[in-house]
């Protein structure tokens, strides 16, 4: 077992929701790749954890609706190095980076009017254009 995830001062991962296997990469790498399993796949239990606020784990749906498998997992691979320890704890960053997106909630968007000035210098200009355009028609008899 691994230990936990600590993501920030107020949240920290348990140990309990993080599994990890290691499987056989893929790519090149000789006889090499063939009997070393260094490819790392961390699973984090998304429905299942309370480690999250609610509004979090919907913002972390929807950025890792790719990764997550069909018992609600994130499910997070690393085969960058040939290490299987380095190869973990890239992965572990890799799901820490994503939970800590989750954890920034959006900024509201406040409304606002376009400023008269702006609204009367585009009428102005379109005004312009205009007069110019009609200035360079040829004048009918």
Not at 13 to 17: F, R, S
Not at 137 to 141: E, F, G, Q, V
């Given at each position: 077992m691994t230990e936990p995830l600590v993501i920030s001062e107020k949240i920290t991962?348990?140990?309990?929701?993080i599994s990890w296997t290691?499987?056989?990469a893929s790519g090149p790498g000789g006889q090499n790749v063939n009997k070393?399993?260094?490819?790392?796949?961390?699973r984090f239990d998304l429905e299942g954890t309370r480690a999250l606020p609610e509004g979090a784990k919907a913002r972390l749906r929807a950025?890792?609706?790719?990764?997550?498998?069909a018992e609600g997992r994130v499910v997070v691979l690393s085969q960058l190095t040939r290490d299987r320890q380095r190869n973990l704890e890239d992965a572990r960053a890799k799901l820490a980076l994503l939970i800590e997106k989750a954890l920034v909630a959006p900024a509201t968007r406040k409304p606002t009017r376009t400023p008269r000035r702006a609204v009367r210098n585009r009428l102005d200009e379109k005004r312009r254009n205009a007069e110019r355009k009609l200035g360079r028609?040829?004048?009918?008899?």
């Open positions: 991962i348990p140990a309990a929701e290691a499987v056989r070393v399993s260094s490819k790392i796949e961390v950025i890792a609706r790719s990764r997550i498998d028609a040829i004048p009918r008899d």
